[in-house]
């Protein structure tokens, strides 16, 4: 014990002893990724296979769109349908102002080290060690929690289905939800365990599934639903609150879709040693991802709110299926359409992560 703190106390020692050695990065002037990558204090060692618009893919993929929305829904419409479609756009342009600042710190210092190194290269002398250590362990914590938080989503997305499937005629248990979270958990972890560039197409993969995913919902559930659609002012200005909580408060944490949905874009950072031209393909990729999710988002969130049968909010949340998004689509498109719809769902959710 008393070697282990021995070694402890002089790595720490050796750590305070050069916290005010801060190396000059000019991002402006450099031959490319690799010298930028050695003014950092990096030696390039991993391969530069993802292009702008994978690494667009990752952050992208992550988000998820239509599998994430499908997954919090039921926290939006607590609000009531105002709430989910003001609070998402709301939250979407706080995002994009976060965003755009972690787009700009990407390009000028891409490495995978993100926000951990930025912290130790921009923080005063008297708090650059703490500040760094707290910055990684709430990252890493955010991360897990983010996988934990998408396998979860996938688990009840699949038992949606298979309900919807058996006419009700299956229980859905957390026993059954759990066994299914840890499968999604194990198998991402061996596919994590994949070449980069195989990884890298994954990305693009991802993409196709969720561009088809968030079009084939924007067409084919208004087109179910058909003139049965709730009005205008339902929709944008009916607030129904169905939490303990005030109207206000219920009404704030309704942007919790959108906070949950467009997230890890820092992602795209962490990928940054293994991209081409990655003072470039960060900002793209961030402000991108940003961007498109926040309006396509939006779009999605109109169209739930609009094809809510009878303008039944609580319904909906009470839904036998375990999904509100789920309950939407079957009241629009019945039996089979949900299904396959669910199904497909899940298969986003899972690139997702």
Not at 200 to 227: D, E, M
Not at 289 to 315: E, F, H, M, N, Y
């Amino acid at each position: 014990m008393r070697s282990i703190t021995s070694r402890t106390e002089d790595h720490l020692h050796n750590v305070i002893s050069h916290r005010s050695e801060v190396r000059s990065i000019d991002p402006q002037h450099n031959a490319g990724d690799v010298e930028l990558l050695a003014q950092i204090g990096y030696k390039q060692e991993l391969r530069r296979h993802y292009s702008t618009f994978q690494v667009f893919g990752i952050a992208f993929s992550i988000m998820g769109l239509l599998p994430s929305i499908s997954s919090v829904l039921s926290i939006g419409l607590e609000g009531g349908p105002a709430a989910l479609v003001w609070g998402w756009i709301s939250a979407s342009i706080f995002i994009l102002c976060v965003g755009t600042s972690l787009a700009f710190l990407g390009s000028a210092i891409p490495t995978s080290g993100g926000l951990y190194y930025y912290t130790n290269y921009y923080c005063p002398d008297a708090f650059r060690v703490p500040l760094s250590f707290m910055i990684g362990c709430s990252n890493s914590l955010g991360l897990i929690g983010g996988l934990c938080s998408i396998s979860y989503g996938f688990a009840v997305q699949v038992l949606s289905a298979v309900y919807i499937q058996q006419d009700g005629a299956f229980e859905i248990t957390r026993a059954k939800c759990y066994g299914i979270f840890v499968a999604c958990v194990v198998s991402n972890a061996i596919i994590c365990c994949l070449a980069t560039k195989q990884a890298a197409l994954l990305q693009t993969i991802s993409i196709i599934v969720n561009v088809f995913l968030v079009l084939l919902f924007l067409i084919a559930v208004p087109v179910g639903t058909g003139h049965g659609f709730n009005s205008a002012s339902y929709i944008f200005g009916t607030l129904i609150n169905n939490r303990d909580y005030g109207t206000a408060w219920s009404f704030f944490l309704s942007w919790l879709p959108a906070i949950w949905t467009i997230g890890s874009f820092d992602s795209t950072i962490h990928c940054s040693e293994e991209a081409k031209n990655a003072q470039r393909a960060i900002p793209v990729g961030i402000i991108g991802s940003i961007s498109a999710c926040g309006i396509l988002g939006w779009a999605i969130c109109i169209v739930c709110a609009a094809c809510i049968k009878d303008g039944d909010v609580s319904r909906v949340l009470q839904s036998d299926t375990g999904s509100a998004m789920a309950q939407i689509i079957y009241d629009a498109l019945g039996k089979k359409w949900a299904v396959a719809f669910m199904s497909l769902i899940a298969v986003g959710q899972y690139l997702m992560s």
